[in-house]
Nanobody
Framework: QVRLVESGGGVVRPGESLKLTCSVSGRTLPESDVDWYRQTPDKPSFEQRE???????????DYARWAKGRFTISRDIDKNEVYLDMRNLNPEDTAVYYC?????WGQGTRVTVSS
C-alpha cells in the first residue's frame, strides 16, 4: 500500500520561500516517479490540478515551464522523502500542494501567500 503525506505548508508573505515535503511509504524512490501538483482556488476540480515538477526514479527532473527557476524538486532516498523548494512566492502560488506516486495522492498541504 502506497501512502503519501505532504507537509510544510503555511502562510507566507510575497517574496518569501517555503519547502514542502512528501513522505513516501510503500515504495522506494529509485523505483518511483514522484510528481508535485497544486490546486488553486480558482480551479477547484480534481482535473484542474496543475502539474509543477517530476523527479524520476533515476533522479533526473522535469518542470513545468512556469515553475522553472523558482521551484526545485529534490529527494532524500534514505528518508524516502521528496521536496519542493519554492522561492519568491507570490499570491498566485496560493494553493493546496499535492504529491503523486503511481496514481496515489496525498492529502495535500495548503500554502497561502498573502501580505
Amino acid at each position: 500500500q502506497v501512502r503519501l503525506v505532504e507537509s510544510g505548508g503555511g502562510v507566507v508573505r510575497p517574496g518569501e520561500s517555503l519547502k514542502l515535503t512528501c513522505s513516501v511509504s510503500g515504495r522506494t524512490l529509485p523505483e518511483s516517479d514522484v510528481d508535485w501538483y497544486r490546486q488553486t482556488p480558482d480551479k477547484p476540480s480534481f482535473e484542474q490540478r496543475e502539474w509543477i515538477a517530476d523527479i524520476f526514479g533515476r533522479g533526473d527532473t522535469d518542470y513545468a515551464r512556469w515553475a522553472k527557476g523558482r521551484f526545485t524538486i529534490s529527494r532524500d532516498i534514505d528518508k524516502n522523502e521528496v521536496y519542493l523548494d519554492m522561492r519568491n512566492l507570490n499570491p498566485e502560488d496560493t494553493a493546496v500542494y499535492y504529491c503523486r506516486v503511481a496514481g496515489y495522492w496525498g492529502q495535500g498541504t495548503r500554502v497561502t501567500v498573502s501580505s
